[in-house]
């Protein structure tokens, strides 16, 4: 069994988290330059097994989709293109930057831990992970 990777796409940082290899527990793994995200998850790719991906689909509030999508469909066509064996499955991502800071203030960070806008990143990963975790 491979792992699961999810990804929280940014203009500048991309969060990042990944499954075990059971895929039963999420842990977030890093944030990334966005620039830098294909040479990363290639990277990460040919070191790991990852069976699929999980990418964060911002929707509005009446379901449609967000102004930031038009930026993360050349991504996903870019990804599909540089790593075509690995599938990619989106989920709605709504709430998981407040639900991040949310968590952070319940694990006692301090404020100026909870303005590093990477962790945020990379613990809203960890949510859109988990929230697939828990569907599937």
Same mark, same amino acid.
């Given at each position: 069994? %491979?792992?699961?990777?999810?990804? /929280? ?6 969060? *990042? ?5 059971? &895929?039963?527990? $999420?842990? %977030? ?8 995200? *294909?040479?990363?998850?290639? /990277? ?9 991906? +999980? ?27 540089? +790593?075509?064996? +690995?599938?990619? &499955?989106?989920? /709605? ?12 203030? $319940? %694990? %006692? ?8 806008? $990477?962790?945020? /990143?990379?613990?809203? $990963?960890? *949510? *859109? ?8």
């Amino acid at each position: 069994m %491979g792992r699961i990777l999810a990804i /929280d796409f940014g203009q500048k940082r991309t969060g *990042i988290a990944v499954t075990d290899e059971l &895929q039963i527990i $999420a842990s %977030g793994l890093t944030t990334v330059a966005t620039e830098q995200l *294909i040479p990363f998850l290639k /990277d990460y790719c040919s070191k790991e097994k990852v069976e699929l991906f +999980i990418v964060g689909k911002p929707k509005q509030m009446n379901n449609s989709d967000s102004e930031s999508e038009v930026f993360i469909k050349p991504f996903l066509e870019k990804l599909s293109k540089e +790593i075509p064996t +690995i599938p990619v &499955q989106r989920i /709605d991502e709504r709430f998981t930057s407040k639900m991040a800071v949310q968590s952070m203030i $319940a %694990g %006692g960070l301090k404020k100026k831990q909870r303005s590093n806008k $990477a962790l945020v /990143d990379e613990i809203s $990963a960890t *949510i *859109i992970l988990q929230s697939y975790l828990y569907s599937s």
